[in-house]
């Protein structure tokens, strides 16, 4: 019986494994003088990577929201921002611009998945019972007016400017770059890790179940006893702490926040990755976030063959981007790895 | 500048967004679906509109013609390439795709268009009215000078000639009356020898129409870009739900309430914060959608 066999069966405990794992590694490259020399041309690819981790925490609450509810929430970005906002305004030492409290981070980073959740709390309990496509607006709307508000009370957000001096831990530990940015991937890889483990864990349990018939039929999940708002209330309460968490390891990563990381687009790059992978499958929502977020790195390396301006291609790749959400949900509404049964999109 | 001025600007910006706001409440209630892409609609409008300026020898009406021509033969052609394909499978699906394609749409303008900004060259005069005494009270001027351009008549009248012709045909015409019985109820519609496609067409091109005309009127106050539409579609999809998703005389009223609200929040925030008055009407719109989901006159959007 090889070591291989031993291992656990679920996803979740791979997930879970592979996770410590990787926080593991991380720690090792950020508590000890081991150092490691990176290619130039892999920095794009760790930049990238790390984004790509923190989104996919981003994607997994959404995919709890939308994909296992079917709570259309096309605000994600503000649960996002709010997060990363409570976190880097506690923690911020000697910002320029706006409050910055200088406290320990954990205090931050619990502060910003408290405050994204009561925001999510807050949103839910009033437009919960909204029809699928007047929720997206009100949530829509939600995240244009934190947008405003956060580039227009400059004492306090810091204005277009946003937040500077914002500690960041695993910086501080690491003086020598590429090691920095390997451990900084492989310690936020981890935690998305265990967080895909945590949502696979939740949404197995009976408890997954309960949500994935409201989605299927919210009438008949009441007829059966199930408090459908509560539990609809939950779970787009678990999505914007998480949404909130994932905006709190940004600001620790990015060690500044501004209204500019937080615009629409991040909502649209989450949308469409967890469409283009298969809502309700969390696997398949981070590989289709991969595919979306690889885009990138195929026009930055195109950029540098071919002989048009960065305005353009960026306008390019949009094009592609909405380009790919329309032909998802037309040809394979499903996405690419979701059960087209189990969604009830099967035409 | 006092309150008076203000309202001015605010009747304005209401007109403009009446007329758009018409063409996206029809599409949600005859196709039933939120057109997020409506922005682009208008953005193309009003880039028509300025080609058309620009060569055509005319003076502005035939720009504006061409404008509204040109909008409702994109709007048709959008249609029934993007969304009439996917008209069984819901209204989250196809706001997505609306969403997905106005993302698209809206870099294609860029890319062709540029990034700058482009703006019409009109002949105005000005009609000043200076004798008003100020009543100030605090920072605000209750009443003061203002003045009116013969742009801002332009856009009130245009205003004034859709809701007209608007009601006309909704009332009058046999196309209205279809349009009317479809939003009521599709299937009684078609029993009753509708031909609910044809309906369907016939509403994305008067949408279309109206998106051109108020792209121009729209770029004549502002500018002409990529963002023109989008930075307007918020308030366009706030004054559709104000007035109750799906009633064209609704959206007419929450769209000169929604520029109101804008124009007054403009005169009373500190000049700090100005930026903060478009935030308002999504304020308005998440208050609506809390007190009186069904708006000012319309159905019910809640499930439970």
């Given at each position: 019986m090889s070591a291989l066999d031993r291992l656990p069966s679920g996803h979740g405990d791979?997930?879970?494994?592979?996770?410590?794992?990787?926080?593991?590694?991380?720690?090792?490259?950020?508590?000890?003088?081991?150092?490691?020399?990176?290619?130039?041309?892999?920095y794009v690819f760790v930049e990238v990577g790390i984004l790509f981790v923190i989104?996919?925490?981003?994607?997994?609450?959404?995919?709890?929201?939308?994909?296992?509810?079917?709570?259309?929430?096309?605000?994600?970005?503000?649960?996002?921002?709010?997060?990363?906002?409570?976190?880097?305004?506690l923690s911020a030492q000697d910002t320029f611009a706006g409050i910055g409290l200088g406290y320990p981070w954990p205090l931050g980073l619990a502060a910003g998945v408290i405050a994204a959740a009561i925001l999510g709390?807050?949103?839910?309990?009033?437009?919960?019972?909204?029809?699928?496509?007047?929720?997206?607006?009100?949530?829509?709307?939600?995240?244009?007016?934190?947008?405003?508000?956060?580039?227009?009370?400059?004492?306090?957000?810091?204005?277009?400017?946003?937040?500077?001096?914002?500690?960041?831990?695993?910086?501080?530990?690491?003086?020598?770059?590429?090691?920095?940015?390997?451990?900084?991937?492989?310690?936020?890889?981890?935690?998305?890790?265990?967080t895909l483990a945590i949502v696979t864990r939740l949404t197995e349990a009976p408890y997954g179940r309960v949500l994935r018939a409201i989605r299927a039929d919210e009438l008949v999940t009441r007829s059966v006893g199930k408090s459908t708002i509560t539990y609809k209330t939950q779970a787009f309460v678990y999505g914007a702490a998480l949404a909130g968490f994932a905006g709190g390891l940004f600001a620790l990563y990015n060690g500044a926040v501004a209204p500019g990381f937080f615009t629409i687009q991040v909502t649209v790059t989450v949308w469409i990755g967890m469409l283009l992978g298969g809502a309700a499958n969390h696997r398949a929502v981070l590989a289709g976030l991969a595919i979306i977020m690889g885009l990138r790195l195929v026009s930055r390396f195109a950029l540098d063959v071919t002989p048009v301006s960065g305005d353009v291609f960026a306008s390019i790749r949009l094009i592609v981007v909405g380009l790919i959400l329309v032909a998802v949900i037309r040809y394979r509404p499903a996405g690419i790895w979701g059960d087209p049964q189990e969604l009830g999109v099967d035409q | 500048m006092g309150l008076l001025q203000e309202l001015v600007f605010g009747l304005v910006t209401g007109s403009y967004i009446?007329?758009?706001?018409?063409?996206?409440?029809?599409?949600?209630?005859?196709?039933?679906?939120?057109n997020f892409a409506y922005g682009e609609y208008i953005s193309l409008g009003a880039f028509i509109g300025f080609l058309a300026a620009n060569t055509l020898p005319g003076p502005l009406p035939v720009a504006v013609v061409a404008a509204m021509i040109g909008g409702g033969v994109v709007s048709i052609v959008l249609a029934r390439g993007f969304f009439t394909?996917?008209?069984?499978?819901?209204?989250?699906?196809?706001?997505?795709?609306?969403?997905?394609?106005?993302?698209?749409?809206?870099?294609?303008?860029?890319?062709?268009?540029?990034r700058s900004a482009r703006y019409f060259e009109t002949d105005t005069s000005t009609f000043r009215f200076d004798a008003l005494p100020d009543i100030p009270i605090g920072p605000v001027d209750l009443l003061g000078g203002f003045f009116v351009t013969s742009e801002h008549l332009i856009v009130i009248g245009s205003a004034a000639a859709v809701f007209a012709a608007v009601h006309l045909l909704l009332t009058r015409t046999d196309v209205g009356i279809a349009m009317r019985a479809m939003g009521d109820d599709e299937s009684l519609a078609r029993v009753r020898g509708i031909d609910t496609q044809l309906?369907?067409?016939?509403?994305?091109?008067?949408?279309?129409?109206?998106?051109?005309?108020?792209?121009?009127?729209?770029?004549?106050?502002?500018?002409?870009?990529?963002?023109?539409?989008?930075?307007?579609?918020?308030?366009i999809l706030s004054a559709a739900i104000l007035g109750g998703a799906g009633s064209p005389y609704g959206a007419i009223l929450g769209a000169y309430v929604i520029g109101l609200v804008l124009a007054v929040s403009t005169a009373?925030?500190?000049?700090?914060?100005?930026?903060?008055?478009?935030?308002?009407?999504?304020?308005?719109?998440?208050?609506?959608?809390?007190?009186?989901?069904?708006?000012?006159?319309?159905?019910?959007?809640?499930?439970?």
């Open positions: 791979r997930a879970l494994i592979a996770g410590v794992v990787c926080l593991l590694v991380g720690a090792l490259f950020a508590l000890t003088p081991l150092r490691v020399q990176l290619p130039s041309a892999f989104y996919g925490v981003l994607v997994l609450g959404l995919d709890l929201q939308y994909g296992h509810t079917g709570l259309v929430n096309f605000g994600h970005v503000v649960f996002f921002a709010v997060g990363a906002y409570a976190t880097a305004m709390a807050a949103v839910s309990l009033t437009s919960i019972r909204l029809r699928g496509d007047f929720l997206a607006i009100v949530t829509l709307a939600t995240a244009e007016i934190f947008h405003s508000v956060f580039v227009n009370f400059d004492n306090i957000f810091g204005g277009n400017v946003g937040i500077l001096g914002v500690p960041r831990p695993i910086a501080a530990l690491v003086t020598d770059s590429d090691t920095r940015l390997v451990a900084t991937l492989l310690v936020l890889g981890g935690v998305t890790l265990l | 009446a007329i758009a706001a018409i063409g996206f409440t029809l599409i949600y209630g005859i196709v039933n679906m939120i394909p996917i008209n069984q499978t819901g209204p989250v699906p196809m706001l997505l795709t609306s969403i997905g394609l106005g993302i698209a749409l809206r870099n294609g303008i860029r890319l062709v268009g540029g309906i369907r067409d016939s509403v994305w091109i008067l949408a279309g129409v109206l998106a051109g005309l108020a792209g121009v009127l729209m770029a004549v106050q502002t500018n002409v870009s990529a963002d023109t539409g989008y930075s307007h579609i918020l308030q009373f925030l500190p000049s700090s914060m100005t930026g903060l008055s478009s935030a308002m009407a999504f304020v308005i719109l998440i208050a609506v959608l809390l007190v009186k989901p069904s708006g000012i006159a319309g159905t019910e959007v809640r499930e439970a």
